[in-house]
């Protein structure tokens, strides 16, 4: 199975007046199988955090190894689930949960047969040859996910996946993916802005320091994964535990942030 | 199937109206250069063969014209809007060139490839050439982050995101590209023929107006006219067939 270790990685974007340095010397392990969530202020480098784990953002300096290799370019069982699900509206719904196949050149009645099938799973068995912009936002996001079931991807990387969709598609979801995780057991890394959403679906929360983005501390979650934990009270004691977190970094409501401007008349 | 039946009856509607605007204008200016759609109408029948040919001797320069300046124009506007270093090099020169009127150049063209097809399908495809290439440019440079990075997440190469992500994100933007240049290659096509060589309707055309016949020289406008309804509605059927996907979610 995949883990990752991610040792004293550093990111630094060549900028117009000077480099922006998004990631500092980050160090993170991932066991196989572990699902971790992320969290962070906004500019963290979280997402930098994630593409770099694709292999899309190249570091200038440490390393990330999955599974005993260190990462260079994509790889081929790491599914990356993108905030506007990545998808493409000139393809519909079974070329476009078919695309990682059609790129790895798969044989078109495999890709097809794959391609189905993760579609069925995700609840999109009836919708195949419809286009993008015909589906709701959840739809498009089960789409998303069938793509990296086709793929039988083993490392799923998801930045913001849910944060477009309204409170109840939101929710029915993170049921999905959790339910995904239980079943696949792959490793699962959900960068996020909620903290609800990290409580439910990280079994360990990361919580990072704005840019330059460092792990400021990990909340363990054991509890992550049972039935119901939405409801108990240790899911509320540990959202309000993240929250403290967060307020240190000043992310949430804090005393660092700026009281709100005054409402006028309307 | 019934937008079909409501096309034919949109086209046959647009036909009746524009015989009696003809009908109506020809009454009322009463001159000979300008006779009535019946007068014209005979005309193209009785020289249809004539016609026919010459027709087709222009629809051949102007459909290789386009077909030529989007095999050229729009593979390197879709790279020059991917490739940022090769941009800074060329783009200056485009958009130095794209202004310049590109028929200022037919006598130079006469001079170097002949009165005949090369000339005329030398600078109709110049200006379908540039009239694409920009329109792929841009296109190509508006394509979303967000796109790319899921398929290059796939695993997909530079060719493999150039298929599934730049063409048919660009290619809507080529076909409005193609629809308004092919009315200036249309229009082109006419000057060019009727300044040089002895073949076309354009030629046939200044050729019945010098012999003072108005009633073929009609028949001969009309025939450019349905050359050019049969080219928009050959590159709309071919739209419909390749962007689907653009009609999607409207109802």
Sequence with gaps: MTDVLIDSASVTYTGVERDVRALDSLDLALGAGEAVAIIGPSGCGKSTLLLAMAGLVGLSGGSIVIDGHGVTAARLRTALILQDFGLLPWKDALHNAALGLEIRHQPLVDRTRRATEALERVGLGEFLDSYPAELSGGMRQRLGLARALALDADLLLMDEPLSALDALTREDLQDLLLELWRQRGHTSVLVTHSIEEAVFLGRRIVVMTPRPGRVHAVVENPRMGEHGYRATEEFYARCAELRRFLADEGAVHGARVAAPPAVGAS | ???????????????????????????????????????????????????????????????????????????????????????????????????????????????????????????????????????????????????????????????????????????????????ISTGTAIAVLFFSESVAGSSGLGYYIIDAWGRVAYGEMFAGIIAMALLGVVLYEFIEALELRLCRWTRAGRT
């Design chain 2, 1 to 179: 199937m019934s937008a079909v039946i409501r096309r034919v009856i949109g086209y046959a509607g647009a036909i009746a109206l524009l015989l009696i605007g003809w009908q109506a204008a020809s009454w009322l200016i009463a001159s000979p250069a300008l006779p009535g759609p019946f007068v014209a109408l005979s005309d193209l029948w009785r020289l249809r063969s004539e016609l026919l040919s010459e027709t087709g001797v222009s629809a051949w320069r102007v459909t290789a014209s386009v077909l030529l300046g989007i095999a050229i124009g729009a593979p390197l506007g879709l790279a020059l809007g991917r490739a940022p270093r090769a941009d800074a090099v060329f783009a200056p020169i485009v958009f130095l060139s794209y202004p310049v009127p590109k028929v200022v150049f037919l006598p130079v063209l006469l001079v170097l490839l002949g009165i005949g097809d090369a000339s005329k399908i030398a600078l109709i495809s110049l200006i379908v050439f540039f009239q694409v290439l920009v329109t792929a440019r841009d296109a190509a440079r508006a394509i979303p982050v967000a796109s790319v990075l899921s398929v290059r997440s796939l695993g997909a190469d530079r060719w493999q995101v150039f298929r599934h992500v730049v063409v048919p994100a660009a290619l809507p933007e080529i076909f409005t590209a193609l629809r």
